[in-house]
């Protein structure tokens, strides 16, 4: 089949890989201009660590990999360490695989079969399915003609707004946003290699990461929604800074300017997309597309990986019956986008609290638990 993936993130170049191999003809188009490989070190969890295996990636993937949340810890805002931050409240299983983002984007570009086409800076400007094949003209002016449509393109999803409707029937705000910015080591003074250390303040947590040469400016806030454009990047750091422009705590404004110099700054609202159905026709959605669980979850990229191998496989097994495969590929990949979205809201309380009471009860109960 010729199979238009619509986002080059972890889900659509995973789903193009598994698709290419299979034997599809796969065009990957991505409205950015690179790779987003920026961002924190992710975790490839439970199933996904055989996804990649039999993606014949597992041995680049453990070669790549760090370990660095096992030493995330809580300081004041002197920089003095409270309590270690127990993992075992965060994290869900341990056979985890933390790996740098831009590592595993990487290497899953460096697995795309030569027959795959990545092209850049377009993007579905419209599509009609017609039940045989669906017609797709493109923000550059270009047409085409395919058997199946893959959204796989974020939260945000633009194949998702066209044939299922706008986000907002589709999102749930979980409270908070969350900003990262990918710095080099000496722009933020202080603390050891392989390290994470977050300062809490009412509603807000603030956080330094470290690993190879890199300092990770990591930023959690509690808020209502905020009504910015996502693609403008510039309103996204006034945000940041009106959130945290007045705290002089600790290292704030070095990771605060850490932050504001990287041209990549991943912000978003920490919201889940929530479905009752993935597929429309011809077009089916994977990854934060389908099910976005958010970053508190740390479950994200696993399941981009998961989906798009079960997309994969039900697609050989049904043979042309692609309404079928759509079905099954839901029917196998739900139970671990729902384990993963229930997952994520327990996490505020604990990595940031509301007041200043919540915060001195956290401390004081993890001290007392240790
Ligand atoms: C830059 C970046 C940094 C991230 N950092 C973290 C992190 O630190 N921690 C964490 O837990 N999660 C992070 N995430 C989210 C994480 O990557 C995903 O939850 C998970 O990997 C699932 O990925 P996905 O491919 O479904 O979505 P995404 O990773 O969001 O990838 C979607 C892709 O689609 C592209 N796209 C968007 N709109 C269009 C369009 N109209 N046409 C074509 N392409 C489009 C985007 O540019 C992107 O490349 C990050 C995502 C991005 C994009």
């Known amino acids: 089949m010729r199979i238009l993936v619509s986002g080059a993130g972890v889900a ?20 950015a201009g690179h790779l987003r490989t920026n961002g924190s070190p ?18 680049e993937v453990i070669e790549h990999s ?22 075992a409240e965060t994290n869900d299983s341990d056979d985890d695989v933390e790996i740098p983002r831009e590592d595993l984007m990487r290497l899953l570009r460096e697995a795309l079969p030569d027959s795959a086409q990545l092209r850049f800076e377009d993007s579905v400007r419209s599509l009609s399915d017609d039940g045989d094949q669906v017609t797709v003209v493109f923000e550059s002016g270009q047409e085409g003609r395919y058997d199946l449509i893959v959204g796989a393109d974020g939260a945000h999803s633009n194949v998702r707004r066209l044939v299922f409707g706008p986000e907002q029937d589709f999102v749930k705000h979980l409270g908070l946003y969350v900003a990262i910015g990918n710095a080099p080591a000496q722009a933020v003074s202080g603390n050891a290699p392989h390290s994470v250390h977050i300062l809490n303040l009412p509603g807000r947590m603030a956080c330094l990461g470290r690993y190879r040469d890199q300092a990770l400016a990591i930023f959690t806030f509690r ?143 993890l001290l007392s638990a240790q």
């Not at 975790?43 to 993606?55: H, K, L, S």
């Not at 096992?70 to 003095?80: C, I, M, P, Q, R």
Request: glycine residues 8%; contains cysteine; charged residues 25%.
């Open 223 to 365: 808020s209502e929604r905020i009504e910015y454009d996502h693609h403008d990047l510039s309103a996204q750091k006034r945000i940041l800074a009106d959130f945290y422009g007045e705290d002089p705590q600790w290292k704030i404004p070095q990771l605060l300017a850490a932050a504001h110099a990287d041209p990549e700054l991943y912000f978003d609202a920490i919201a889940q997309i929530r479905m009752p159905i993935w597929h429309d026709g011809r077009v089916v959605l994977i990854g934060d597309a389908a099910h976005c669980a958010t970053p508190m979850a740390g479950r994200g990229t696993s399941l981009a990986l998961t989906g798009a191998w079960i997309l994969t496989e039900e697609l050989t097994r049904h043979d042309g019956d692609h309404a079928g495969a759509f079905t099954e590929y839901e029917r196998r990949q739900r139970p671990y986008s729902d384990k993963a979205q229930a997952s994520a809201s327990g996490g505020a309380d604990l990595m940031v609290p509301a007041t200043e009471e919540e915060i001195e009860q956290r401390n004081t109960r």
């Open 66 to 87: 760090i370990t660095m949340t096992e030493g995330a810890k809580f300081v004041a805002e002197d920089g003095s360490v409270i309590a270690p931050q127990p993992m």
């Open 12 to 31: 659509g170049l995973s789903a193009s890989i598994d698709l290419a191999r299979a034997g599809h003809t796969v065009e990957i188009v991505e409205r």
């Open 42 to 59: 992710i975790d490839v969890r439970g199933d996904a660590v055989g996804v990649i295996e039999q993606m014949g990636c597992l041995d």
